[in-house]
């Protein structure tokens, strides 16, 4: 990794743990209990956190998904996140577009799962970006839901795992799961 982004991801990690790291008990969206929560979006609405998250994950996925022509996952917590990068590649001059998964087909007009599919071509290769994993469920959704919808997954990017059998579940599934960090960098 070149210094600069050194510099970005040791700066995205203050910046978490200022802003989205809580050493409290809580229910998370698995339905676990847990004594630790990390509100990303705390993060990546912050002008610093977006053009961070930006940053890494786009350098995470040309890295590991080269081919990738766009980015998105299951909304709430991919949206910034897919849209940071968006924004990062067009900068950079390599545009990847952005798509978001919906929990629900979309109630009226077409019916929709995936917004921004119209942008892609059939079999589009992508990559799943996802906030924070912890059973891997809702990445595992946004995967499943884009291959229904005839995209290529290329592999799964996340800002952090919990280390809690997310990775396992995703990998078992036939999926990579690059995170910029995990429990440890909070929790040591």
């Not at 790291?21 to 990546?44: H, M, P, Q, W």
């Not at 599919?117 to 946004?142: M, N, R, W």
Request: with cysteine; glycine share 10%.
């Amino acid at each position: 990794m070149a210094e600069p982004l050194v510099r970005d991801r040791a700066r995205l990690l203050e910046v978490l743990t200022q802003r989205s790291f809580e050493r409290r008990r809580v229910v998370l969206s698995s339905g676990k209990e847990s004594d630790f929560y990390i509100d990303c979006k705390r993060t990546a609405l912050l002008a610093e956190g977006h053009y961070l998250i930006g940053r890494l994950l786009l350098e995470a996925i040309r890295r590991d998904a080269p081919s990738a022509v766009a980015a998105g996952g299951l909304t709430l917590g991919a949206d910034p996140l897919a849209s940071a990068v968006s924004l990062t590649s067009f900068l950079e001059g390599q545009p990847l577009h952005a798509f978001i998964v919906r929990k629900e087909p979309k109630g009226h007009g077409t019916g929709q799962w995936i917004e921004g599919l119209s942008a892609l071509t059939a079999g589009a290769p992508v990559a799943i970006v996802e906030d924070v994993v912890t059973t891997g469920a809702s990445t595992l959704k946004a995967i499943e839901r884009a291959k229904l919808e005839g995209l290529t997954v290329l592999g799964a990017f996340a800002l952090v795992d919990r280390l809690e059998g997310g990775r396992e579940a995703v990998e078992a599934a036939g999926h990579r799961l690059t995170t910029l960090f995990t429990r440890k960098d909070f929790i040591p």
